[in-house]
């Protein structure tokens, strides 16, 4: 694969019910990344969708009293809508109802019955619904006179029924092999030896179809097995890149992903059973599978029988769009649970945004509009002073790429916290409104200022594309043809122009209730 192409995926979103907080979260993470890595000049393809499949989506379209089809188009186009209310910059939004994946996951099926992977038997076994996931007896616990999963917490029945099995247990070695030749495969590390310790225990062959319900991609030659939901839907990373066209564009430029985000409740998925499908099918798997925490309501999981679910459309009219964005990137630890609460938010808006980055550029643009006629400075000078905070930038290049290499987001926000902590500091030592007599060292001070604005600001396109966008417009640029190597530019605005202030950029959050 090109190291200029760049394939950044969501998990694909079950849509039994409405898009929650943790919905938002995954696919937010990603599009951080994916705008990025454009503004770092790569050919990015992020993927996005629902996953439709499944007695879970049956048994909700019967209490809906639709059929499965009128009730998953209703709920995907509400996903599809959250992608736009969240400003995602995805490529495609997939759906495992179209015929492009049925005949990608018939083309898989086929290919690991010819592989000899496949075979029909019977399953006895735990099974949950609200997982779509299958447990061992040792992941069984009895709560209350019912069989729950330890790992999800949801309710478990017991299955028996003819199926059709994959051979996951020949690939217990094959795995282990693939991981530690690519350590950093699975991330973080916990989730990694986490994955690792499951598979030294042993692995089950694995029951890939069903026949008590009907809702789903039939199993070749077979109507009455539907292809087991996991197969199905994890599929849609390689439908979605017109899999099995082996020389489609897509497929040649993007296929082994880079990047595939997730939340850590659907990892032995995504680190176990799909890198296994795709060595069983001769398919490169994913270059990596980062699996995050999830998000809290209040120290709480979300859930609806709690009633803590957070709906992000609602928080978005509270606080903002990009507000919102930026909140979840810096004040969850990435990879671990992150807490929400009205007072989190409002606290990290008011401090980071309004009093830090807003502010700075708040007082650059006023003091330029009157103190030079809102024109960019065109006599400067720079001392070393000058060229110690705007080298800052560009002596941490690299640094700043290692740090979404390696999914540090935290690292990268809060070089941008302490880059524009220390262009507060540089404007108010240099006191710009004491050098009116020596207009040079005036317009230096507001030029440099300008572009200290404009890098964080291209830092925080990726993650309040909006705000960073109006600061950016405010000095004339056009975010479409920025780059991230321009970073090392120190005279990339130009002077003379007019400066075309849009305003205070965040204002400071009123205390909610709660």
Request: positive net charge.
């Amino acid at each position: 694969m090109d190291n200029k192409n760049y394939y950044i995926t969501t998990p694909i979103y079950y849509p039994s019910g409405n898009p929650h907080m943790g919905h938002a979260y995954s696919s937010i993470i990603a599009d951080v990344f994916a705008r990025f890595k454009r503004l770092d000049g790569y050919n990015v393809f992020f993927l996005t969708g629902t996953d439709e499949h499944g007695l879970k989506i049956q048994k909700a379209a019967e209490a809906n009293n639709q059929k499965p089809k009128d009730f998953c188009d209703n709920i995907s186009k509400i996903f599809k809508n959250l992608s736009k209310s969240l400003n995602l910059s995805n490529d495609d939004f997939i759906r495992t109802t179209e015929d492009r994946h049925y005949k990608a996951v018939q083309f898989l099926w086929d290919r690991l019955v010819s592989k000899g992977y496949i075979y029909l038997s019977k399953y006895k076994g735990w099974y949950s619904v609200s997982d779509e996931a299958y447990y061992n007896e040792d992941e069984i616990v009895e709560k209350d006179g019912k069989k729950i999963s330890i790992i999800s917490e949801t309710l478990v029945e017991w299955v028996e029924e003819e199926s059709f099995f994959f051979k996951l247990s020949s690939f217990q070695e094959k795995l282990l092999e693939f991981y530690n030749k690519n350590p950093e495969f699975i991330l973080p590390i916990s989730r990694k030896n986490e994955v690792i310790s499951f598979v030294k225990r042993g692995l089950k062959d694995l029951s890939v179809s069903r026949k008590s319900f009907s809702w789903g991609i039939k199993v070749p030659n077979n109507n009455k097995h539907i292809i087991y939901v996991w197969l199905d839907a994890l599929t849609n990373y390689i439908s979605a890149l017109n899999y099995p066209n082996f020389e489609n564009k897509l497929f040649k430029n993007f296929w082994p992903a880079t990047l595939h985000i997730i939340g850590k409740d659907i990892l032995r998925f995504h680190a176990i059973y799909w890198p296994a499908f795709l060595l069983a099918a001769d398919i490169k798997p994913p270059n990596r599978v980062y699996g995050h925490g999830w998000i809290l309501s209040d120290k709480e999981k979300m859930s609806k029988s709690k009633g803590n679910i957070l709906d992000p459309l609602e928080m978005i009219k509270i606080y903002g769009l990009d507000q919102l964005r930026y909140y979840l990137i810096k004040e969850v630890s990435f990879g671990k649970d992150g807490n929400i609460s009205n007072e989190n938010i409002e606290n990290c808006i008011n401090s980071d945004l309004a009093n830090n980055y807003g502010n700075f550029c708040q007082r650059t643009f006023s003091f330029a509009e009157k103190n030079c006629k809102g024109i960019v400075p065109s006599d400067i000078d720079f001392n070393s002073e000058d060229l110690k905070l705007l080298n800052s930038f560009s002596d941490n290049i690299n640094k700043i790429r290692t740090f979404m290499d390696n999914q540090s987001l935290n690292e990268y926000v809060k070089f941008i916290i302490d880059k524009s902590f220390d262009a507060n500091k540089y404007f108010n030592d240099e006191a710009p409104w004491n050098k009116k007599d020596d207009k040079k060292r005036l317009n230096t001070i507001v030029y440099v200022s300008l572009e200290v604005i404009r890098k964080i600001s291209m830092l925080l396109l990726p993650i309040i594309p909006s705000s960073a966008n109006k600061a950016l417009t405010s000095l004339n640029l056009n975010i479409k043809t920025l780059k991230l190597d321009s970073i090392s530019d120190h005279l990339a605005i130009k002077p003379g122009s007019k400066l075309n202030n849009q305003g205070i950029l965040f204002k400071k959050i009123e205390k909610q209730d709660g």
